[in-house]
């Protein structure tokens, strides 16, 4: 083993507070892989909060481990070292269960450099039982795992709170029959998910058949946490000041988002909106402002929660600086926005998503140019001085008009900001899972291209706008691994081995069937095996009001054990 590379991970362990340190002996021992760097990964509160469940049981010990940088690539190639967990320093291959964290498709090539640097077979098929038993979680393979199916021998679909200890006592019923027999006992566990027990027949471009085989369920459903405050609240059980949040306590205060805007997976696969207790929300951070004095409150809809202000009082009151996840523009109002500013706000993050009224129409996200400039005209009141705006541009019916209204609209934003600095985010429409626009396909590059031109010359001549964005190029390799089947799989083994521009050259079917190309009702779609409540009738409904500009209000709030039946999910 490398002594630069064990020195390194011994520097990381030195300068956190709240690692956990298990003996392995007669335990199940599981490393947590993020596959991307230690900074981001421990910036993720999912991956914190799975690495705290696990802990918590007896009968398990977890590590973690982490895509090293290019510098330590090379070193982990230069030295034979393979991949090690960070507590130990053991080799991953050592673990009873490798468990990935995914949050973002865009970490899926990584994890074939993972199992290069740990030497493992990229394929499921390829693996004994003498090798860990590997598998993967997150939103992201929770919408969709097809394009990595065959990477892994099993998926944990949804939530992760009820499902790891249901999941780790099969497991340890069944860890010492056949890796085949595993399975069989493993595909039991509500949530699993196993590819190589459904044989998928393919029709030309598109899937014709999905037969489950072996007892394996036809629909696989995805785990949901009914009551939120039956388990601790995610949050940041180890503290570092290697993350993008440096010394910062976060902690989930909500979860879901009721408001339906037509582009956002998060908006539908977390239904329905659940929210936890002020008392035990106060406690967890309290507790947090005993190791630091920086809390971020993290939710789709954290600004919607019903007790914000309270909670927000607990961090002030006790000489706190506070941070919100998200914070929806009709939640603006003065008294608001002083809470913010006391606790330390010093940039507001607003996202109109569209330059014109007719086109936050059509993504649901309904708020009136009048809306966004009087929200603008109190927060520059409030004395904050730095904005932040997102828009999405390659929206389902956009026009060059609605493109150039992203460009006066800022305008007039900067107007009522009367100084200060603006930067502007802006993406392509990435179409996903689980949404009214999973039946869209991504614009052509050479168009999104235009258009990002477009804005920037636009405003290329204002002093105090600074403008990001993701490229086309990008938002095309996001698509097709958020829509792909099990056959981008190969496309990902080509790009790890010469690069994706070579690789989108060898896809069969060719990337663009699935990246731009339009979907039907009927067509089956790589990722309809997933049961998460949310009926697909109810999606292609709302996509056809999509197109017509037509709005959904919210869910609505319920009482007295009354359920919503509109979308399934409350239902299901």
């Keep these: 083993m490398s002594w630069y590379l064990k020195k390194k991970a011994k520097e990381l362990l030195s300068k956190e507070k709240g690692t956990v340190y298990k003996e392995w002996g007669g335990k199940i021992s599981v490393c947590l892989v993020y596959p991307n760097s230690y900074f981001l990964g421990m910036s993720n509160l999912g991956f914190q909060s799975i690495y705290h469940l696990l802990n918590s049981l007896d009968y398990v010990v977890c590590e973690r481990?982490?895509?090293?940088?290019?510098?330590?690539?090379?070193?982990?190639?230069?030295?034979?070292?393979?991949?090690?967990?960070?507590?130990?320093?053991?080799?991953?291959?050592?673990?009873?269960?490798?468990?990935?964290?995914?949050?973002?498709?865009e970490d899926y090539l990584s994890i074939l450099k993972i199992f290069d640097l740990a030497r493992i077979p990229f394929l499921s098929s390829e693996r004994n039982k003498a090798q860990p038993l590997i598998m993967a979680g997150g939103v992201a393979v929770s919408l969709n795992p097809e394009p990595i199916a065959d990477f892994f021998d099993l998926f944990a679909i949804g939530e992760g709170e009820e499902f790891v200890?249901?999941?780790?006592?099969?497991?340890?019923?069944?860890?010492?029959?056949?890796?085949?027999?595993?399975?069989?006992?493993?595909?039991?566990?509500?949530?699993?998910?196993?590819?190589?027990?459904?044989k998928i027949v393919y029709q030309g471009n598109f899937?014709?058949?999905?037969?489950?085989?072996?007892?394996?369920?036809?629909?696989?459903?995805?785990?949901?946490?009914?009551?939120?405050?039956?388990?601790?609240?995610?949050?940041?059980?180890?503290?570092?000041?290697?993350?993008?949040?440096?010394?910062t306590y976060l902690v989930e205060v909500e979860r879901g988002c009721g408001r339906g805007c037509r582009f956002c997976a998060a908006g539908f696969v977390y239904l329905p909106p659940r929210e936890r207790e002020l008392s035990g929300l106060k406690q967890e951070v309290l507790k947090g402002m005993?190791?630091?004095?920086?809390?971020?409150?993290?939710?789709?809809?954290?600004?919607?929660?019903?007790?914000?202000?309270?909670l927000c009082g607990t961090v002030i009151e006790n000489d706190g600086e506070l941070t919100l996840s998200s914070i929806r523009l009709d939640v603006l109002n003065e008294e608001n926005l002083q809470l913010f500013k006391n606790g330390g706000y010093k940039t507001m993050t607003i996202a109109p998503e569209a330059g014109s009224e007719r086109l936050r129409?059509?993504?649901?996200?309904?708020?009136?140019?009048?809306?966004?400039?009087?929200?603008i005209n109190l927060i520059s009141a409030s004395g904050i001085q730095k904005l932040k705006l997102y828009f999405i541009i390659g929206l389902p019916t956009e026009t060059l008009?609605?493109?150039?209204?992203?460009?006066?609209?800022?305008?007039?934003?900067?107007?009522?900001?009367?100084?200060?600095?603006?930067?502007?985010?802006?993406?392509?429409?990435?179409?996903?899972?689980?949404?009214?626009?999973?039946?869209?396909?991504?614009?052509d590059i050479k168009s999104l291209k235009n258009?990002?031109?477009?804005?920037?010359?636009?405003?290329?001549?204002?002093?105090?706008?600074?403008?990001?964005?993701?490229?086309?190029?990008?938002?095309?390799?996001?698509?097709?691994?958020?829509?792909?089947?099990?056959?981008?799989?190969?496309?990902?083994?080509?790009?790890?081995?010469?690069?994706?521009?070579?690789?989108?050259?060898?896809?069969?079917?060719?990337?663009?069937?699935?990246?731009?190309?339009?979907?039907?009702?009927?067509?089956?779609?790589?990722?309809?095996?997933?049961?998460?409540g949310i009926k697909k009738e109810y999606l292609w409904k709302e996509y056809q009001r999509a197109l017509n500009a037509q709005t959904t209000p919210p869910c609505p709030p319920l009482a007295d054990g009354r359920k919503c039946v509109r979308c399934g999910v409350c239902v299901a």
């Excluded at 200890?165 to 039991?188: C, G, M, P, V, W």
């Excluded at 005993?290 to 309270?310: H, I, R």
Aim: glycine share 6%; aromatic share 10%; proline share 5%.
């Design 165 to 198: 200890s249901e999941f780790l006592d099969a497991f340890r019923t069944a860890r010492y029959k056949t890796k085949q027999e595993l399975l069989e006992a493993l595909i039991l566990v509500e949530g699993v998910y196993i590819p190589s027990l459904y």
């Design 207 to 247: 899937i014709k058949e999905f037969t489950p085989v072996k007892g394996s369920p036809a629909k696989v459903k995805s785990r949901k946490v009914k009551k939120l405050d039956a388990f601790p609240a995610p949050s940041s059980h180890i503290l570092t000041r290697e993350t993008n949040f440096s010394n």
């Design 401 to 443: 008009g609605d493109i150039n209204a992203i460009t006066e609209l800022t305008l007039r934003i900067k107007s009522a900001m009367q100084g200060g600095l603006i930067t502007l985010s802006i993406n392509p429409f990435i179409p996903k899972p689980f949404t009214p626009f999973q039946w869209r396909g991504y614009e």
């Design 361 to 375: 129409d059509v993504i649901n996200k309904s708020f009136s140019e009048r809306d966004i400039i009087e929200a």
């Design 451 to 532: 258009k990002l031109d477009i804005i920037k010359n636009g405003l290329r001549s204002e002093k105090g706008i600074k403008i990001s964005c993701l490229s086309p190029r990008e938002g095309y390799i996001q698509t097709l691994l958020s829509v792909g089947d099990r056959r981008v799989g190969r496309v990902l083994v080509a790009a790890h081995a010469k690069g994706w521009k070579a690789a989108l050259k060898e896809t069969e079917p060719n990337a663009d069937f699935y990246v731009n190309g339009q979907k039907d009702f009927s067509e089956i779609l790589p990722w309809d095996f997933i049961d998460n």
């Design 65 to 105: 481990a982490f895509l090293p940088d290019d510098k330590d690539i090379a070193e982990f190639e230069r030295t034979n070292t393979h991949l090690f967990s960070l507590e130990s320093q053991r080799a991953i291959t050592e673990f009873d269960i490798i468990a990935f964290s995914i949050s973002f498709e």
């Design 290 to 310: 005993g190791l630091t004095q920086k809390v971020g409150l993290v939710g789709a809809a954290v600004s919607e929660y019903s007790d914000l202000k309270a």
